[in-house]
């Protein structure tokens, strides 16, 4: 069955980076669009980036361009999400995100804190 785990989220100080990491198996990773989705808390999950089969990004949301970069890494199944000058308001849980024959898979979230 298809799994999504996320891994990577610490507490940072404003400024600080962290790169996140989702590791996808039992479907042909390869193939398939993988995006970020975060949620603050008390909000609704905010869609922040995917990455195409090719490995382009299609898409970022305004306050995390030029900051974040998604890449992957089809040999190991592997999306990343880099994440640089981390601002207060990057504070979330991160997911990624998956469709799969018409379904939405979700990993658990890795929780990602901007603090001083």
């Known amino acids: 069955q298809v799994q999504l785990v996320e891994s990577g989220g610490d507490l940072v100080e404003p400024g600080g980076s962290l790169r996140l990491s989702c590791t996808a198996s039992?479907?042909?990773?390869?193939?398939?669009?993988v995006s970020w989705v975060r949620q603050a808390p008390g909000k609704e999950r905010e869609f922040v980036v995917s990455?195409?089969?090719?490995?382009?990004?299609?898409y970022y949301i305004a306050s995390v361009k030029g900051r974040f970069t998604a890449s992957r890494d089809d040999a190991k199944s592997t999306a990343y999400l880099q994440m640089n000058n981390l601002e207060p308001e990057d504070t979330a849980v991160y997911y990624c995100?998956?469709?799969?024959?018409?379904?939405?898979?979700w990993g658990q979230g890795t929780r990602v804190t901007v603090s001083s």
């Open positions: 995100n998956v469709v799969v024959s018409g379904l939405s898979y």
């Open positions: 039992g479907f042909t990773f390869k193939n398939y669009q």
């Open positions: 990455v195409n089969w090719k490995g382009d990004n299609d």
